[in-house]
């Protein structure tokens, strides 16, 4: 097994624990992390872009000028696409954007962004993280402690001291165990697991 680190609030080492090897010790595949960062990016999509087609936009039905004899093209409406102000062929309309990759795709494609952060030596583990209060000013000292820049960090579970302590600090987030995802982990430099998420991580992608 990996060894990591073990770290208190405060920044001081406390010890190492034991990283599993079938989460963190992982044969690295992009193409993957590609795969599914593009299907998450794509599930967020809104989707309601829209434009009118000519049977939508706003104008007479009348016929523009007589067929013949005008020296010019032939027009029967005003909301033909070739005038200003008319209908737009193949616009888009609104529509669903998701679509799903297999299961294990996604779970070694997590395992395989942790890996990397883990290789790359951007992941702390600390053996709990607990304000006293709700504090901005507290959340921002652990972060100078740690010297982390865009951190993410993964809690066992929902704790809103710690979450709206957070949550106006720019380029950083506070995540739990349970949502933990391959676009976070690559989006944000560092990783920062509690003693207790980062067990059970282990106990659901081993």
């Known amino acids: 097994m990996a060894l990591c680190d073990l770290y208190n609030i405060k920044g001081e080492k406390i010890g190492e624990i034991e990283v599993k090897d079938e989460v963190f010790n992982v044969e690295v595949k992009p193409y993957l992390i590609h795969e599914v ?6 599930c967020r999509r809104r ?10 936009v706003k104008g007479s039905g009348r016929k523009l000028y007589r067929q013949k004899g005008t ?15 008319g209908g737009k ?3 888009p309309h609104p529509r669903d954007y998701t679509y799903k990759v297999p299961k294990k795709v996604r779970r070694y494609a ?3 962004a942790l890996t990397a952060t883990y290789r790359e030596s ?3 583990v600390i053996d709990k993280l607990e304000l006293e209060k709700i504090s901005t000013k507290s959340f921002t000292n652990i972060i100078k402690t740690f010297n982390l820049t865009k951190p993410l960090f993964v809690i066992d579970r929902k704790d809103d001291t710690i979450e709206k302590s957070a949550r106006n600090i ?10 933990l995802n391959v676009y976070d982990v690559v989006r944000y430099d560092q990783l920062v697991f509690t003693l207790d998420a980062l067990r059970k991580a282990e106990e659901v992608l081993a």
């Open 37 to 42: 960062v593009k299907m998450q990016l794509a």
């Open 110 to 112: 997590l395992k395989s």
């Open 71 to 85: 020296g010019r093209s032939r027009q029967g409406s005003i909301t033909s696409p070739l005038h200003v102000g």
């Open 170 to 179: 720019p380029y950083v987030k506070v995540l739990r165990v349970e949502g």
């Open 89 to 91: 062929v193949f616009g």
């Open 47 to 56: 989707g309601t872009s829209s434009t009118k087609t000519r049977g939508e």
């Open 122 to 124: 951007n992941m702390k």
